[in-house]
């Protein structure tokens, strides 16, 4: 007891030193550093500041004068495209840039934070003054084989990427056996003017329960197969076809299978779709359902004709980002039943208050 209390009593006279010491800036900054709000939802936001040493972080935007606003997207050769946009602020109003970097689908985490970094530097460059720029150093790596002729690199997959995915779960008791296994593949391919999508899902869940002797079993399988195949007609404007084959003994569903085309307008152009997005997708098709068992309707096999019409709008900008979709659906069969889902995400920053707010 006597020795807890005396470390207590070290922890609080060390308190005070500690703080003093948080207050002061570290020695290697410069008091001339710019005050940069960083705005990534997905960034090692801890491997940044280490190294970036030359500026200020601030986690309140209003006592920045730089706003770096990070977004990201799929590419068609399946890595991600960061887009960095750097927004004055205050006597900096005014002054902005959007670089871009592209991350090779091989990349590592790693390789990928280290070069979204190096590009994040050269951003914050204009805003540094003289005094911190005395003390910057530039390297250049340059390129491995200089006299090969410059050119646009051979595709030999013809941007196809394909990818293969496996889990398994097993959880084993006295009485109670769990098993689960899952897998799937994807081929997908992304270009100007395409757009290919194709999945296929497999999924087989078993349990095993023993009491006095007696085993039960229950078990349930399912597969699933996706594809969707999408033509651009211009910057606003789409139309392809979705075709959707399946199985489950859950949803009694022995095969079923959905066939849709589908038309889709975007307000705005799609090479903006980082920043912001607000399409409408109209989709008109069949849906033919054969059951495994009889329903309680008395049915074995179904087919009926919907309609959906979609609207989704996503925003990400320097006060905050929004999420929200509508959709709507209805069996032309009867016409008084039907389907509104409604679904909006948000993430606000109000620069008044300087405070973030998250609505569901």
Known sequence: MRR???AALCLLGLQPILAQTNANPPASRSQNAPLVFLDCDFCDVSYIRRQIPFVNWVRDREDAIVHVLITRSR???GGREYLLDFIGLKAREGTGQSLPYVSPPSYTNDEVREGMTGILKIGLLPFLD???????RVDFAGAQDTDSPLGPEVDRWDSWVF???ASGYL????????VSLDGGVTADRVTEQW????????DYDEDRFEASGVTSRSSSESWSHRSVVTRSLGPHLSAGVSLRAWSATYDNVDFGLRIAPAVEYSYWP??????????VGYYVGQRRLDYAERTVYGERKETRFNQTLDVDLRLNQPWGSVRASLEGSHYFHDMQRYRVVQSPVGTFVSRPVAARRRWR
């Open 4 to 6: 807890f209390l005396f």
């Open 75 to 77: 590419t068609a050769a």
């Open 130 to 136: 003289l005094p911190v720029l005395s003390r910057m």
């Open 163 to 165: 990818e293969i995915e």
């Open 171 to 178: 959880e084993k008791e006295t009485q109670r056996t769990e």
């Open 195 to 202: 757009r290919i999508r194709n999945y296929l899902d497999l």
């Open 270 to 279: 799609y090479d903006m779709d980082q920043k912001a997005s607000l399409t």
